[in-house]
């Protein structure tokens, strides 16, 4: 039989990945927060997949942290916050050849977990596929699109990509998955802080074009600095492009923010403005767009963490 795919987190993420694999067949088991949710999953009896307008229920078996089953591939599917200490309590169960891969946004939370588990190969992904949370357990899946993985430490592709074909996931190995992840950081900077500052939606940032030119140069220079010049390459074309192209969307972080949630802040601008502080190097702009978007989440009484 073929090795159980365990999903920390029912997410939006985690439940487009479980049932995708659930329906090819493959053993799926989900990990939920604690008993008490796994009370309200056994209610709901499965996770449901809108996709086309269509909904599906999959069955897929869950489990608390708690549970004797040993891991061996473990998909970790929560927010950046929750993933180093969601992946530490699993830390036990995790067998000696164990492989994780990491769906979460932005840069940071991937080496805290690696520092939990250094028994285990961890592999980042980078997706484009979006999905959001139309009820508990629930899932509707917006835009199709694509996910990277890689291993910065390790280029050899792992056998279980077989699987991810099988449940029909779009999806390349990447031998330069820290170029994506840093790439994808910086578009985020320099455009979903300021929808929340302007109150706008991406294509509103048109507007703002010497502010969000002052900020690319900034990344740039710190995507230099880093190791990475192959993120910095071009980049506010790319901006440019892609505030076009998604002119008529809410930012993820706009819509945190607007449904009063945790943003991931510390994992895009805060890890931006924490690794130019560790090269020493000064971006003002880049500092004071931070400054003034933690400023304003206090201000809503949000978490500026
Ligand atoms: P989400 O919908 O908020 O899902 C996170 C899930 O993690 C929640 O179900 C939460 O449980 C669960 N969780 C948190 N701590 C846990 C724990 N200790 N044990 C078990 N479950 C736990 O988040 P998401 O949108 O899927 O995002 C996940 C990551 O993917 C983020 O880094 C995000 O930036 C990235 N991403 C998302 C998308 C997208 O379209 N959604 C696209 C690209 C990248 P509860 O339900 O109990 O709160």
């Not at 069955?59 to 530490?88: F, G, H, M, N």
Request: negative net charge.
């Amino acid at each position: 039989m073929s090795t159980p795919w365990h999903v920390l987190g029912a997410g939006s993420l985690g439940t487009l990945w479980a049932t995708r694999l659930a329906r090819a067949g493959l053993p799926v088991r989900l990990i939920v927060r604690d008993a008490e949710r796994l009370r309200s999953y056994q209610v709901a009896g499965g996770l449901t997949l809108v996709e086309h307008g269509a909904a599906t229920t999959y069955a897929v078996p869950a489990q608390t942290a708690d549970d004797p089953e040993p891991i061996r591939r473990l998909l970790v599917a929560c927010k950046a916050y929750d993933a180093e200490s969601a992946v530490a309590r699993l830390a036990p169960r995790l067998s000696a050849d164990a492989e994780l891969i990491l769906l979460q946004n932005g840069l940071g939370s991937q080496d805290a977990v690696a520092a939990q588990v250094p028994q285990a190969r961890c592999i980042s992904a980078s997706s484009t596929e979006g999905a959001f949370r139309d009820g508990d357990w629930r899932v509707v899946f917006a835009g199709h699109g694509f996910t990277w993985l890689g291993d910065a430490s390790h280029p050899v592709a792992p056998i279980w990509l077989d699987d991810l074909d099988a449940a029909k996931i779009p999806h390349e190995w990447s031998t330069d998955i820290l170029t994506r992840l840093w790439r994808k950081l910086a578009l985020n900077c320099a455009i979903n802080p300021l929808t929340v500052l302007h109150d706008c939606r991406n294509g509103g940032l048109e507007q703002h074009q010497c502010e969000v030119a002052t900020l690319c140069a900034e990344l740039a220079e710190l995507l230099e600095r880093c190791g990475q010049p192959a993120a910095a390459v071009n980049l506010q074309q790319e901006v440019e492009r892609v505030i076009h192209a998604t002119a008529a969307n809410y930012s993820s972080m706009y819509q945190d923010v607007a449904n009063q949630r945790r943003t991931e802040i510390s994992y895009l601008l805060g890890h931006a403005c924490k690794v130019a502080t560790r090269h020493q190097l000064n971006l003002p702009h880049l500092n004071q767009l931070q400054q003034r978007l933690v400023g304003h989440l206090r201000s809503l009484g949000l978490p500026s963490d």
